[in-house]
């Protein structure tokens, strides 16, 4: 089973600040089938990006994924008030498929 | 549209069984695997288990399989999760996802808050 660790547990940040999540892998995730998803309270997450750097329909383009095999980044460019929320990533490359513990990004 | 729609919030006891549900709409319904995802109260997210409409074929995560079902109706576009005999541990909120061709989970539905307690 490959293991997602995410940094920084908690982000602490004022909007339009830059944000920068990490998710690191136990063993290479195969042909970077990685995702984030955003998560607010009382909500069901939303995907985000897709194959570690495509964005989803609808995802504003302050949102960017970059990486490959173990190192994996979530950027929000300029963090809006809505941005302020639990990401998570997720491997989908190998069974069982697993997501990693979240990054809360939290006001400042 | 793409809709998923999930059954509403259950209140059980130990022992008991239950089934919760996922209508689907606004796709084709056997044309894509539906997952189901677990998280416990103020925990993250955990994949469970996923099924293929289209001929029923199902994985499970090892973390729970034995402990719940995934089946499907194609009639009605609805996924089920299904436990025999239900365990405080349980509680949790459950939610079905839609996955992406990209293998991604594109959709969700709203969730079911399931709680166990004697």
């Known amino acids: 089973e490959i293991v997602l660790t995410q940094s920084p547990g908690t982000l602490s940040l004022s909007p339009g600040e830059r944000a920068t999540l990490s998710c690191r892998a136990s063993?290479?995730?195969?042909?970077?089938?990685l995702g984030w998803y955003q998560q607010k309270p009382g909500q069901a997450p939303r995907l985000l990006i897709y194959?570690?750097?495509s964005r989803a329909t609808g995802i504003p383009d302050r949102f960017s994924g970059s990486g490959s095999g173990t190192d994996f980044t979530l950027t929000i460019s300029r963090l809006e008030p809505e941005d302020f929320a639990v990401y998570y990533c997720?491997?989908?490359?190998?069974?069982?498929?697993?997501f990693g513990q979240g990054t809360k990004v939290e006001i400042k | 549209e793409v809709q998923l729609v999930q059954s509403g919030a259950e209140v059980k006891k130990p022992g008991e069984s239950l089934k919760i549900s996922c209508k689907s709409s606004g796709y084709s319904f056997t044309s894509y695997w539906i997952g189901w995802v677990r998280q416990m109260p103020g925990e993250g997210l955990e994949w469970m288990g996923i099924l293929y409409p289209g001929d029923s074929h199902t994985t499970y995560s090892p973390s729970f399989q034995g402990q719940v079902t995934i089946s499907a109706d194609k009639s009605i576009s609805t996924a089920y999760l299904q436990w025999s005999s239900l365990k405080a541990s349980d509680t949790a909120m459950y939610y079905c996802t839609r996955r992406a061709l990209s293998g991604s989970f594109d959709y969700w539905g709203q969730g079911t808050l399931l709680t166990v307690s004697s």
């Open positions: 997720q491997q989908y490359g190998s069974s069982p498929w697993t």
């Open positions: 063993q290479s995730v195969s042909s970077s089938y």
């Open positions: 194959d570690a750097s």
